[in-house]
């Protein structure tokens, strides 16, 4: 790397240091390849607040080297039980016991995301080939006659790279070079809590589960973090107020009538929530093409969902497994982002779409509402068909995926 006043040359630019720009970082460093990552903010972090890694995810971390790292502190949640969140009846469950470790060869785990971000940043700081920078807020990138890019920061300093990998998130400062869309926002907001287990009543965490309670134009998340000793929450709800215009919408007095109408014990978790923070949320529309040139998107900035499937953080792990791959594999930069963007995005587009779908299952009412409960109750808890395309590791289940709806 040669530094002069204002440009920096480096071979490989990550712009974002989120769970995709470090395990690309770390996946590129173990294969002996160096990293460069910048980041806006003043040091590399995640918010406080849980995250569900599916198998996929965990065996990408796996094969990161952060797995033991990743479990010191995690949860093994022995099922995902949907509730009904007004009558406080069950719905139907999906077994996560040994049947389905067995399955899918890995298990489903709950975990801090500050756990997680972690476990990343220690793998990419023991490596000599991962340099890692913050308080770089990056403005744009441009292709350069010679095949090469130029990420330009507000700071005035600019990077020129073989490759860059734009790994900033929902409002992505690179995908304008790619894609001209702006993020869909859902109408919903997001209330988070994290709060001592000793708060929740006893009865309630006796066996370690994600419970995930379903009522009209809402619903929320609740599950242990680390080894039991917090207890996660995720409330959610549709705003009757939404507008572009301002920010006064999905108010906290919105929260407390939403969930009003629900059981007590959805009514309780109203107390474990941070009501400092709330987090309107947005997707974009599915695109196919994620690259330009020496430029190209993983992560959020290339597929961001809505996220009731879980699957959000999953996919950029799987993507930085797809980009390693394909870097190191295919000498020309520009072939192997679009070997890279072939073999994720249509993948990720299937899920970027069942996401909204599942959002609206979630919070339906009325009829729909008891359909979604009667056609619940048959399931099988460990009958997984219908989620090994989304599960099942891509080390298993290569790029051929029964998308099965
Ligand atoms: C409420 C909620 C619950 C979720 N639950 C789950 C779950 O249980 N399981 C799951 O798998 N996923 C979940 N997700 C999705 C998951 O959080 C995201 O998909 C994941 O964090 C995306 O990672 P990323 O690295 O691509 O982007 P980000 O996490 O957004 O990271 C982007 C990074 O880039 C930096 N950056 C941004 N702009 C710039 C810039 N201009 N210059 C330099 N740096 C920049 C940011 O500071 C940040 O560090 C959830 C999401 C939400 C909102």
């Not at 949860?75 to 509730?83: A, D, F």
């Not at 220690?122 to 991962?130: H, I, K, M, P, T």
């Not at 995720?234 to 301002?246: E, G, I, K, L, T």
């Not at 109408?261 to 997707?283: F, S």
């Amino acid at each position: 790397m040669s530094t002069s006043a204002e440009i920096i040359d480096v071979p490989l630019l990550i712009v974002g240091g989120g769970i995709a720009g470090l395990a690309t970082a770390l996946g590129l460093a173990r294969k002996g390849r160096p990293a460069h990552v910048i980041e806006r903010a003043p040091e590399f972090g995640e918010v406080g607040a849980g995250i569900q890694l599916a198998p996929n995810a965990m065996a990408v971390l796996d094969s990161l080297g952060v797995m033991d790292a990743i479990m010191k502190d995690a949860v093994l949640p022995q099922k995902k039980r949907y509730m009904d969140a007004v009558t406080g009846e069950e719905i139907g469950t999906v077994d996560l016991g040994p049947e389905f470790v067995e399955h899918y060869g890995y298990p489903y785990v709950v975990t801090h995301r500050a756990d997680l971000h972690g476990a990343l940043l220690e793998g990419c700081r023991a490596s000599d080939l991962v340099t890692l920078e913050t308080n770089r807020e990056v403005l744009r990138a441009e292709n350069l006659p010679d095949g090469r890019a130029k990420v330009v920061c507000a700071d005035g300093t600019e990077y020129v790279a073989d490759a860059v990998v734009g790994a900033d998130g929902l409002r992505s400062a690179i995908r304008p070079l790619i894609v001209e869309d702006e993020p869909v926002p859902s109408e919903y907001v997001a209330y988070r809590g994290t709060v001592p287990i000793e708060m929740v009543p006893a009865d309630a965490v006796e066996t370690p589960m994600v419970l995930c309670w379903l009522g009209p134009h809402m619903h929320l998340i609740q599950y242990p973090l680390r080894g039991g000793k917090l207890y996660n929450n995720v409330a959610v709800f549709r705003s009757d107020f939404y507008s572009p215009d301002h920010e006064n919408w999905g108010t906290e007095e919105e929260l407390d009538a939403r969930f009003g109408l629900c059981c007590d014990k959805v009514r309780e978790a109203g107390q474990y929530l941070n009501r400092e923070i709330r987090w309107p949320m947005y997707d974009r529309e599915p695109v196919t093409t994620w690259t330009s040139g020496a430029v190209s998107l993983i992560g959020d900035a290339a597929h961001p969902m809505l996220q009731y499937l879980a699957q959000g953080g999953a996919q950029s792990l799987d993507d930085s497994l797809a980009m390693v791959d394909a870097l190191v594999t295919e000498p020309n930069v520009e072939a192997a982002f679009k070997t890279f963007e072939a073999r994720r995005a249509p993948h990720t587009g299937n899920i970027q779409r069942l996401a909204r779908v599942a959002g609206e299952l979630f919070h339906i009412d009325g009829v729909g509402r008891a359909l979604r409960n009667y056609s619940f109750k048959d399931h099988n808890p460990t009958d997984y068909e219908n989620l090994d395309w989304m599960f099942m590791p891509l080390s298993v289940a290569g790029d051929t995926r029964n998308y099965p709806y």
